[in-house]
């Protein structure tokens, strides 16, 4: 029983941090990209080049 109540502790006390390290990161900065950005592409967005031209729109 004891590794039962050490198991359910640990994965409370993981799932509790990851938590507010999750809403830290999204209160400060955000999860998500704008919905401009989805649309015209995350690697436009962040690196400024399409990362697989080849298989751009309209070819």
């Given at each position: 029983i004891a590794q039962i109540i050490?198991?359910?502790g640990i994965f409370a006390w993981v799932f509790l941090a990851s938590l507010a390290v999750w809403l830290i990161i999204k209160a400060?900065?955000?999860i998500r990209?704008?919905?401009e950005e989805e649309?015209?592409?995350?690697d436009i967005a962040e690196c400024g080049l399409e990362a697989y031209p080849e298989f751009g729109v309209g070819k």
């Open positions: 050490g198991i359910v400060i900065m955000g990209v704008s919905e649309y015209e592409g995350v």
